[in-house]
C-alpha cells in the first residue's frame, strides 16, 4: 500500500512527511506528480544531507549508473533529535506503509 493511501493516519500522529530526492527541483515536482504525492518534497541535488545520513547509494541507478539514494525513513522530533530511523540496502526496496506506520506508533507511544 502507498505511503500516501496512510497520509491521514499518519497526520493524526502529528506526523509530517517529507520526502528527499537527490535530483533537480523539477525532478522531485516530477516525482511528485507521477506519485500523486500528498506531501512535500525537497531537492537535495548536491546529495550533501542524503550523503550525511549514509544513505547515498553510489552509481546506484540501475538505468544509468549514476548515484541515487537509499530509501530512508526517520522520526524527527521538534527538537531536530531523531528518534527512528529505518534504512533500505538500496533504491529499489520499500518499507510496507503498515509496518511503517507501526513502528512509528511505537515510539511515539513510549516518549509520552
Keep these: 500500500m502507498k505511503l500516501e493511501n496512510k497520509i491521514?493516519?499518519?497526520?493524526?500522529?502529528g506526523v509530517q512527511v517529507i520526502a528527499i530526492c537527490k535530483?533537480?527541483?523539477?525532478?522531485?515536482?516530477r516525482t511528485k506528480n507521477k506519485t500523486k504525492g500528498l506531501f512535500t518534497f525537497v531537492s537535495d541535488l548536491s546529495g550533501s544531507f542524503i550523503?550525511?545520513?549514509?544513505?547515498?547509494?553510489?552509481e546506484g541507478n540501475p538505468f544509468n549508473g549514476e548515484d541515487t539514494a537509499r530509501i530512508g525513513k526517520m522520526l524527527v522530533d521538534k527538537k531536530a533529535e531523531m528518534l527512528w530511523f529505518r534504512f533500505t540496502k538500496n533504491n529499489r526496496v520499500?518499507?510496507?506503509?503498515?509496518?511503517?506506520i507501526s513502528e512509528i506508533d511505537q515510539v511515539?507511544?513510549?516518549r509520552k
Design 94 to 100: 520499500r518499507i510496507a506503509s503498515a509496518e511503517l
Design 51 to 58: 550523503d550525511s545520513f549514509g544513505l547515498l547509494d553510489e
Design 108 to 110: 511515539i507511544k513510549n
Design 8 to 13: 491521514e493516519e499518519l497526520n493524526s500522529m
Design 23 to 29: 535530483g533537480t527541483a523539477l525532478d522531485s515536482q
